[in-house]
Nanobody, 117 residues
């Protein structure tokens, strides 16, 4: 099994920055793709950014140029640097891992990001 623990959420004014982290443990010798999703009440969870097992990154159009995903050399911690935040970025942010040794993805418990205007 995999455990994912997010941290770094909080409240910030528009234009500000936050950095989220996701610490992963378990099934570490399997190929892993990591990603960030976010969700607001009444809406579906949406993709934000991802890092594949070789380090390639992808971003949702809405965050390109503002958010940067990275991971440490041991690939145990993934981070999301969020700059230029807007109220539309307010959501619960979730870390997700797609692990080749599991038939289902793993999710963290989420961390709240609130951006005020």
């Amino acid at each position: 099994q995999v455990q994912l623990v997010e941290s770094g959420g909080g409240s910030v004014q528009a234009g500000g920055s936050l950095r989220l982290s996701c610490a992963a443990s378990g099934l570490e010798y399997c190929r892993r793709d990591m990603s960030w999703y976010r969700q607001t009440p009444g809406k579906e969870r949406e993709f934000v950014a991802g890092i594949d097992f070789i380090g390639g990154t992808t971003y949702a159009d809405s965050v390109k140029g503002r958010f940067t995903a990275s991971q440490d050399s041991a690939k145990k911690t993934m981070s999301l640097q969020m700059d230029g935040l807007t109220p539309e970025d307010t959501a619960m942010y979730y870390c997700r891992q797609d692990n080749a040794c599991s038939s289902r993805p793993f999710w963290g418990q989420g961390t709240q990001v609130t951006v005020s205007s």
